[in-house]
């Protein structure tokens, strides 16, 4: 995220007025800005807001922010906090609907518009579950106050195994919905679906 100042300057022209009704020439245009430059602004702010992945380190990571509140600090940080659950909700989504996509596609022959609506409504059903018990357990790893204009930055990620409890998740719920449509079920060879679902969901929550 870069942060962007901008520096205003404030032109002042003086015109000097002899006795006499004599107009001399107006003085020079003086700006500030150039004058005295501003320094160019430093990034000086903690590398997960820059990437809250950290370079892929934490696939699953986001932050919120919150501008200056009087009510005060507490009152910013649950601000910042519900803005980074639901980019870590939206995240958690992307990643379960891509899982199931390509898990239908490569399990077997989801052709029929019927089998296709039945597999979104699965995979819809499956990110809801999940994310609901991803977003219970997501918790506050940083906090960065930004020095000026007092804006609270709030960093959410899932750590190794919080993954691999979402990968368990996901498994667990992906057999039930399964289990509640035999003719879908009909669809997919189970032993290979479920080895292939591993692969995937594994390869979307190391974000490979």
Known sequence: MKILVRTTGVLFSVLAIAGCG?????APVINPASSNPTPAPTNNVPDWVNDPTLGGKYPIAAYGVSEKMMSGEGMMRDRAMNAARTEIARSVNVRVQSIFKDWTREGGEIT???NKQMAMTMAENISRSVT?????GASQRGRYA???????????YLDAGALDSLNKQIQAKTREEVEKRAH?????????AFADLDKLVD???QGK
């Open 112 to 114: 029929s518009q019927d």
């Open 132 to 136: 609901d018990q991803v977003l219970t």
């Open 184 to 192: 879908f079920a009909s669809k997919i060879e189970a032993d290979k």
């Open 22 to 26: 004599d107009q001399r020439d107006a």
């Open 203 to 205: 390869a979307q929550l």
């Open 146 to 156: 930004e020095p000026g204009t007092g804006r609270l930055f709030v960093w959410v």
